[in-house]
């Protein structure tokens, strides 16, 4: 006997309870409104899971602003999460008026993913070669200058053991910049760089 079929409502409170549990332990995707124009205005899309074409979802693939509601999200140039990456978190109220605000050169945006929230405390070590060799830095907090901090700008792999982080090629978070989630890269070229440049690092914010 299916005690659940047997008790109303009580399959209902069941998958309400998985999904509560299954967002605490994974994390939840959060939700993310990307706007055609600047300043929130024109053609909206509201998403609130991974998009691999937004052109399947009859959205120009022309973002200008972006809100965040909750979560982290990464916005690629190309389809199918490809090419150059732009995160869009809680920083600032999770508000971007403009794509300069991300630090785009144009309004291009073709594919959009979450970021994967990780629980455990924001930490990562850095390692001057590839291969995890080579001088070793440790970091739980932001990073706005690599080379003033730690005399070094170039960072050629990354374990990141705790929280999500945004490396950036440029100080003062500007610049191309690549999103790490919890895992080990051996080389620059896994978090999708094409050289070990790095200028400053901060953590992901999810609220």
């Not at 979560?71 to 971007?96: I, K, P, T």
């Not at 705790?162 to 080389?187: C, S």
């Amino acid at each position: 006997m299916n005690i659940f079929n047997k008790v109303p409502g009580l399959v209902q409170q069941t998958s309400k309870l998985g999904s509560v549990l299954q967002r605490a332990f994974y994390g939840s995707s959060g939700r993310v409104t990307l706007f055609e124009q600047r300043n929130f205005a024109g053609r909206r899309l509201d998403l609130s899971s991974d998009c691999s074409r937004l052109s399947d979802r009859s959205f120009p693939e022309r973002c200008n602003s972006v809100q965040v509601e909750s979560g982290a999200w990464v916005g690629y140039e190309h389809e199918n999460f490809r090419g150059r990456q732009y995160l869009w978190d809680m920083s600032d109220r999770g508000e971007y008026n403009c794509y300069d605000k991300w630090c785009a050169q144009a309004d291009h945006i073709a594919s959009v993913r979450s970021v994967k929230q990780d629980t455990n405390p924001a930490r990562a070590q850095l390692f001057e070669r590839a291969g995890y060799s080579g001088k070793k830095m440790d970091i739980q907090d932001d990073i706005p200058n690599l080379m003033s901090r730690y005399s070094l700008n170039r960072i050629a792999s990354i374990r990141v053991l705790g929280g999500a982080w945004v490396v950036y090629q440029e100080p003062n978070y500007r610049g191309p910049h690549y999103v790490l989630e919890k895992r080990d890269y051996n080389n620059f070229t896994d978090w999708g760089s094409q050289n070990s440049t790095v200028g400053s690092m901060r953590r992901v914010r999810f609220n």
